[in-house]
């Protein structure tokens, strides 16, 4: 039997609501005979002094004596000997002491068996995140090097790179991201069977290469993710698009930062962290289709980057399985990210329309950071801070005027002409011509006038 290395250690700064529920699941654990542990990324945040948000235990208890001893339970991966305990309302994954079998698909072990803490250590990806805490006895257990690797700031596979990577190709997305997040280097095998093995990415479920990119690039570090996925290949297997982006120059007095993907990196440089999915995607898109469009005239010009780039961005959020909704905010980004270089020329009307559109915030943050991270002049951000705190959200979005109904009552048939006259109408209201019905009313008559029966299609 493998003798356990373990090392006193007395946590501090812990939230005592979550790792009190936790200890008291290893102590009822221990008080049935069972061995059971704190494990995984909770002991390397724990030890980093970064915030724990939730803790993971492992024991060599069997599903079935886990569900015996806490009644509030849910069995999200007994075939894998995972049970969610919920304690005091907080939900823990409780997994049984486990080695993998043969991995045929890049995702999933063909079974499993039960196995010691050692076994269990060593079947885990990196080994940062293969230590286990004892809360009773307050010692820290490592098999597998973990401390060394957190004191020298290193991301290392558990035993060979080629078979870690292999049995789930996620993998290598996640050393990309935890190196990133936690301002680490990666290990030279590793980042060598990482490179080599890239292109199997693509063998992974879009959805969980979705879910990795955004946890990469929503939290900080998300420009050194960018960096390590292009350099790794890892970027131009899973958006080939956005590697295009290296090396496409741009107009110098624009942008002096340097090429479109230099620009990129360094609005998620300037980014303020977590950002919103939506966000970090509008980030990563907005210049999409600078490559295809790039041309050389009278100076570089990418003309046409905006309509092509939201064309591309809706099938990249298709091809990643983003929701449809998410998918419609991103390409609202995409398509309205230029406009705001025509605020301060804009007539009233287009103004609060533009202030007003959904997401307005996610528009005007993904602008300011394409300024900071080219020519740096914040003029219409500024101004657009300025008209929000100025104009009142009744005068930006007032009540309607004039009704389809009314129009109706006015004696207009139904029709296109409608959604001019109410369009016009609201511009009109918009810059101050007029501010009650009555009056919009006789304006409506002034321009399509007053007779009974109008053609709405006309």
């Known amino acids: 039997m493998t003798p356990e290395p373990a090392r006193p250690y007395e946590p501090s700064g812990v939230d005592p609501v979550l790792f009190g529920a936790a200890g008291r699941i ?24 970064r915030p ?17 001893l806490f009644p509030d339970h849910r069995a999200v991966g007994a075939q894998f000997g995972v049970i969610l305990v919920k304690l005091e309302g907080i939900s823990f994954e409780v997994a049984t002491f486990r080695a993998d079998l043969a991995y045929r698909d890049g995702r999933h072990p063909e079974g499993i068996r039960f196995s010691t803490p050692a076994e269990d250590a060593r079947r885990r990806d990196f080994t940062v995140n293969g230590l286990f805490y004892d809360p009773r006895r307050r010692v820290i257990i490592d098999y597998v090097g ?6 020298a700031r290193c991301i290392r596979t558990i035993g060979a790179p080629d078979d870690r990577f292999s049995e789930d190709h996620l993998r290598l997305m996640r050393a ?22 890239a292109p199997a990415i693509l063998r992974v479920a879009p959805e969980r290469i979705r879910e990795e990119l955004l946890k990469a690039l929503t939290r900080r570090g998300a420009d050194t993710a960018l960096d390590l996925l292009e350099r790794s290949g890892l970027l131009a297997a899973v ?22 993907f230099t620009h990129v990196q360094a609005m998620f440089a300037a980014a303020d962290y977590p950002l919103p999915d939506a966000l970090a995607m509008g980030i990563l898109l907005h210049d999409i289709a600078k490559p295809p469009t790039f041309r050389i005239r009278d100076r570089i010009r990418f003309h046409g980057h905006v309509e092509l780039g939201v064309d591309l961005s809706r099938r990249i959020m298709e091809r990643l399985r983003f929701s449809r909704e998410e998918t419609e905010r991103v390409c609202a980004l995409v398509a309205s990210h230029l406009q705001f270089m025509h605020v301060q020329e804009m007539r009233p009307s287009r103004l609060k329309r533009f202030l007003r559109m959904d997401d307005f915030d996610l ?3 993904l602008h300011r950071l394409d300024c900071l991270a080219s020519h740096g002049d914040l003029s219409s951000y500024d101004f657009c801070v300025r008209k929000l705190a100025e104009i009142p959200a009744e005068v930006l979005k007032p009540p309607r005027l004039v009704t389809g109904d009314d129009l109706v009552a006015a004696g207009y048939a139904p029709g296109p002409l409608f959604g001019t006259i109410l369009r016009a109408v609201e511009d009109a209201q918009l810059n101050g011509e007029i ?5 919009a009313m006789r304006w409506v008559g002034e321009r399509w006038g007053e007779t009974s029966g109008k053609d709405g299609g006309c």
């Open 146 to 151: 973990g401390e060394a690797d957190l004191a």
């Open 176 to 197: 990309v991201r935890f190196a990133a997040g936690l301002e680490f280097t990666i290990d030279a095998a590793t980042w060598q069977s990482l490179r080599r093995l």
């Open 435 to 439: 501010a009650a019905h009555d009056e």
């Open 363 to 365: 528009h005007l943050e």
């Open 52 to 68: 724990v948000q939730d803790v993971d235990i492992a024991t060599d208890a069997v599903p079935a004596e886990i569900q015996r």
């Open 26 to 49: 290893v102590a009822t654990l221990h008080a049935a005979g069972f061995t059971a542990y704190f494990a995984g990324g909770c002991i390397r945040d724990l030890l980093l002094g």
């Open 239 to 260: 958006l080939p698009e956005a590697s295009a982006m290296v090396g496409i120059p741009q107009p110098e007095t624009y942008h002096p930062e340097g090429d479109v």
